[in-house]
């Protein structure tokens, strides 16, 4: 009797001992997953004191030309929710967020209540915004090449039972902005260098978390409104470091930083779309600098993944500076801090090439 006393509470214990590690599992299991490094770190900065977000597209790696990794796909499969900006920027995450993510809110924040878009700038003193030479060119043929008047199915359940959560937009009128989808036209997707777009995003991470994880949706609230505070301060901040050079004229490389332009007030004359990879001919040097003269750019800003002496070498002659732009926050230690160092990073870059001091 003793002996059968025994064996029962052995094998109890043992049950519940696997239950236990099951239900650990199953916890471990449970994701949040973010796509780029500006939008991991307003998640991360709701998400604190509850858990930590995986990041999918990590240092300098760019959204326009991913390859999603198998612990990328492993991420989806366990995610309870997942923030994106949109396939017009993550183009490579439109299929598996339908084939991978089953059962988790995947939020597009370009669809944010609140968020102002901005159409994509092309013709005269703006390149083709094809990304070319970026190794963008897929993102170029997939998001600008193809129908945007395509269906989506916004707000509704798909057929694979996968759950979307394109955020109310409370009446905002997207009409004139451009969203892919909306009226035929692409927008720009770089949303997030706005401060106040930023804002509009940590609600909606808030309100989508605390809808899958109600027991912690006291801790997202004060959270992101933590945040917002932060933003509005650092909004601030980047007014001040940027009044006196706003009237300067500047080039981009890259055309990603319109929204940062247009909250500021700051002066962008025109984009090089020059790939880090191939160095340009003598003859495309040449258009280049002449381009660079006929605007009468104070400076012209690269990012980090093109070569000093390509720069150098475009801008020799034209008595333009050159400055350095991240809109990804590339070298940057992942988390919440990582959005407000990246602002203030950005700003200081555009202060000191304008201002000279570069």
């Known amino acids: 009797m003793i002996a059968a006393r025994k064996t029962l509470l052995a094998t109890a214990a043992f049950a519940v001992t696997a239950l236990t590690a099951d239900l650990g599992s199953a916890h471990e299991r449970d994701q949040v997953v973010a796509s780029i490094k500006?939008?991991?770190?307003?998640?991360?900065?709701?998400?604190?004191?509850?858990?930590?977000?995986h990041l999918i597209v990590k240092g300098a790696g760019s959204p326009h030309a991913f390859s999603l990794k198998p612990s990328d796909a492993e991420a989806l499969e366990h995610a309870t929710a997942v923030f994106w900006i949109g396939e017009d920027l993550e183009t490579f995450l439109s299929a598996p967020l339908q084939t991978l993510a089953h059962g988790a809110k995947t939020v597009e924040l370009a669809k944010a209540a609140g968020i102002e878009l901005l159409e994509v700038r092309e013709g005269g003193t703006w390149d083709a915004h094809d990304h070319s030479g970026h190794g963008h060119a897929e993102h170029a043929e997939k998001a600008h090449g193809h129908d945007h008047g395509h269906e989506h199915n916004h707000g509704h359940e798909h057929d694979h039972g996968h759950e979307h959560d394109h955020a109310d937009h409370g009446g905002h009128d997207h009409a004139g902005h451009g969203h892919g989808g909306h009226d035929g036209h692409a927008?720009?997707?770089?949303?997030?260098?706005?401060?106040?777009?930023?804002?509009?995003?940590?609600?909606?991470?808030?309100?989508?978390?605390?809808?899958?994880?109600?027991?912690?949706?006291?801790?997202?609230?004060q959270n992101a409104e933590a945040m917002i505070a932060r933003v509005e301060t650092l909004e601030g901040e980047i007014e001040a470091i940027l009044a006196p050079v706003k009237d300067k004229p500047f080039i981009v490389f890259h055309d990603a930083y319109q929204y940062l332009e247009n909250r500021f007030g700051l002066n962008a004359v025109g984009s090089i779309t020059v790939g880090p990879e191939v160095q340009p001919g003598a003859a495309r040097i040449a258009e280049l600098r002449d381009k660079i003269k006929e605007l009468d750019a104070v400076c012209v800003f690269s990012e980090p993944q093109f070569e000093p002496r390509l720069v150098a070498t475009v801008i020799e002659g034209t008595g333009a500076r050159t400055g350095v732009l991240d809109p990804l926050g590339a070298d940057l230690a992942d988390g919440p801090d990582l959005y407000f160092e990246m602002m203030r990073a950005n700003a200081k870059a555009l202060a000191d090439c304008l201002g000279g001091t570069s």
Do not use: C, R
């Open 38 to 53: 500006p939008v991991h770190s307003l998640v991360a900065g709701v998400m604190e004191g509850v858990g930590d977000p």
């Open 187 to 221: 927008f720009d997707a770089h949303l997030w260098l706005d401060p106040e777009n930023a804002e509009a995003m940590l609600t909606a991470i808030a309100t989508a978390l605390s809808a899958k994880d109600p027991a912690n949706a006291e801790t997202y609230k």
